[in-house]
Nanobody, 121 residues
Framework: QVQLVESGGGLVQAGGSLRLSCAAS????????MGWYRQAPGKQRVLVAS???????DYADSVKDRFTISRDNAKNTVYLQLNSLKPEDTAVYIC???????????????WGQGTQVTVSS
């Protein structure tokens, strides 16, 4: 089994900052890409940022220059630094990891349970 556990969400005023963390644990052989998605009420889940094992990053246009994704491969952890937050950033932020478990030769996508980020105006 593989588990992803997020932390760091909360309530912040517009212009403020938060740092999200997501730790993967369990029967992990290797982790390829990791990423953060978000889902606002009544809307589809969308990709916010992703990072390869080697550190290549990609961002949604709406968060470029405000959010920074990073990872610590030794800790199987991915981070998302959220700066200059706007009310429209309010959503549940969900961690994703592409993992090869120890018990399989194939890779699968795993998801965390999500952490709420609320930005007040």
């Amino acid at each position: 089994q593989v588990q992803l556990v997020e932390s760091g969400g909360g309530l912040v005023q517009a212009g403020g900052s938060l740092r999200l963390s997501c730790a993967a644990s369990g029967s992990i052989f290797s982790i390829n890409a990791m990423g953060w998605y978000r889902q606002a009420p009544g809307k589809q889940r969308v990709l916010v940022a992703s990072i390869s094992r080697g550190g290549n990053t990609d961002y949604a246009d709406s968060v470029k220059d405000r959010f920074t994704i990073s990872r610590d491969n030794a800790k199987n952890t991915v981070y998302l630094q959220l700066n200059s937050l706007k009310p429209e950033d309010t959503a549940v932020y969900i961690c994703n990891a592409n993992v090869r478990p120890t018990y399989s030769n194939s890779r699968n996508d795993y998801w965390g349970q999500g952490t709420q980020v609320t930005v007040s105006s």
